[in-house]
T-cell receptor, first 116, second 110 residues
Framework: GAVVSQHPSRVICKSGTSVKIECRSLDFQATTMFWYRQFPKQSLMLMATSNEGSKATYEQGVEKDKFLINHASLTLSTLTVTSAHPEDSSFYIC????????????FGPGTRLTVT | EDKVVQSPLSLVVHEGDTVTLNCSYEVTNFRSLLWYKQEKKAPTFLFMLTSSGIEKKSGRLSSILDKKELFSILNITATQTGDSAVYLCAYSGNTGKLIFGQGTTLQVKP
């Protein structure tokens, strides 16, 4: 099946710094990728839709200047958390639609971000 | 606003029990409903349902969709401790993005 990787798997950073998370589709091309955030004991919340070659589409309540998304190629999307604060600590997961169409999603393994 | 609601939020059973997890939805442009199992990392895909009344089955797990009443159930028979996880229900509309319910945390005790 299709594989999506994320890097890093875990990151600890200090308040005020920026952190970049990469999401790659390893064996297929993805013109669209999705970024989700999951707080402990909560469900996945869609943050934004990453579109190759154009601007990301952000969900209501998600600050686009804080969560910068760049979809530079057909296999790579990056999420940069700028000026991170402890409340940004969360599990960030990306996904990409598979070969079967947009209703088939392949998830990356997630990135655990801890902001101290 | 599109909404997916799961119940119960948590459940504790013993090995061998049968469980039924519920997912109701109020959405526009419904295309499919998906079930995932999440353990420590990212969710793993279980089922995708698009048509009413057709049961999907995989081993001890099965799921069915009722598009008239806007809900789906996930059944797990003869539960095992390895079934302990968070089960997520999500709907997918025209854009392909997924809107998740709150999840049901299932704990299966030996």
């Amino acid at each position: 099946g299709a594989v999506v990787s994320q890097h890093p798997s875990r990151v600890i950073c200090k308040s005020g710094t920026s952190v970049k998370i990469e999401c790659r589709s390893l064996d297929f091309q993805a013109t669209t990728m999705f970024w989700y955030r999951q707080f402990p004991k909560q469900s996945l919340m869609l943050m934004a839709t990453s579109n190759e070659g154009s601007k990301a589409t952000y969900e209501q309540g998600v600050e686009k200047d804080k969560f910068l998304i760049n979809h530079a190629s057909l296999t790579l999307s990056t999420l940069t958390v700028t000026s991170a604060h402890p409340e940004d600590s969360s599990f960030y997961i990306c996904s990409a639609p598979g070969q079967g169409g947009p209703y088939e999603q392949y998830f990356g393994p997630g990135t655990r971000l801890t902001v101290t | 606003e599109d909404k997916v609601v799961q119940s119960p939020l948590s459940l504790v059973v013993h090995e061998g029990d049968t469980v039924t997890l519920n997912c109701s939805y109020e959405v526009t442009n419904f295309r499919s409903l998906l079930w995932y199992k999440q353990e420590k990392k990212a969710p793993t895909f279980l089922f995708m349902l698009t048509s009413s009344g057709i049961e999907k089955k995989s081993g001890r797990l099965s799921s069915i969709l009722d598009k008239k009443e806007l809900f789906s159930i996930l059944n797990i028979t003869a539960t095992q401790t390895g079934d302990s996880a968070v089960y997520l229900c999500a709907y997918s509309g025209n854009t392909g993005k997924l809107i998740f319910g709150q999840g049901t945390t299932l704990q299966v005790k030996p």
